[in-house]
T-cell receptor, first 111, second 117 residues
């Protein structure tokens, strides 16, 4: 049973525009969320995280928003750049250190 | 410089053979993890280890075994009992935090692609 879901397998955005990647979760005990970026044939790299005590965390061009009541988080990338083209995974954890990953969204930024 | 390494990058195995994937980290992390990734699926946890000489099953541990004799090393053995072993295997490490919400982001190795012939 998938506890973390990314319902959009792919997304295409023009360079300079905003990319919005979405993630939903089902377990109300999750209180720490992360986004990872993955290039083909490489391991994921950490991008940004958010704790459930916040509803927004910003790091440069990347902002993560958390809506606890809707059990939804989103990653905004603005402005989008061709180098942002990758697969993005969201992950969530509750008590303990086991992370649950979504299925990923493949972002293509068109120059 | 610190990091996490996996070897080999590509591995081919005949049916019925056991094979061991290597994972080493010099980040002084307590916790280490093994995931597998299949096309169209997220990362699924196979095993994880909080400290040396201790490890726990993840969601898909059947057909796999691990050991944690040293803090830096967490090898994964894919046994002949694993019915569908062809996949991309990722090792990760992190600091172990007792309270959720603290530092816990995982650092991943480059992965090993295992193909069963």
């Amino acid at each position: 049973d998938q506890q973390v879901k990314q319902n959009s397998p792919s997304l295409s955005v023009q360079e300079g525009r905003i990319s919005i990647l979405n993630c939903d979760y089902t377990n109300s005990m999750f209180d720490y969320f992360l986004w990872y970026k993955k290039y083909p044939a490489e391991g994921p790299t950490f991008l940004i995280s958010i704790s459930s005590i916040k509803d927004k965390n910003e790091d440069g061009r990347f902002t993560v928003f958390l809506n606890k009541s809707a059990k939804h988080l989103s990653l905004h990338i603005v402005p989008s750049q061709p180098g942002d083209s990758a697969v993005y995974f969201c992950a969530a954890s509750g008590a303990g250190n086991q992370f649950y990953f979504g299925t990923g969204t493949s972002l293509t930024v068109i120059p | 410089d610190g990091g996490i390494t996996q070897s080999p990058k590509y591995l081919f195995r005949k049916e019925g053979q056991n094979v061991t994937l290597s994972c080493e980290q010099n980040l002084n992390h307590d916790a280490m993890y093994w995931y597998r990734q299949d096309p169209g699926q997220g990362l699924r946890l196979i095993y994880y280890s909080q400290i040396v000489n201790d490890f726990q099953k993840g969601d898909i541990a059947e057909g796999y075994s691990v050991s944690r004799e040293k803090k830096e090393s967490f090898p994964l053995t894919v046994t002949s009992a694993q019915k569908n072993p062809t996949a991309f295997y990722l090792c990760a490490s992190s600091h172990w935090v007792e309270v959720a919400g603290g530092l816990g982001e995982q650092f991943f190795g480059p992965g090993t692609r295992l193909t069963v012939l």
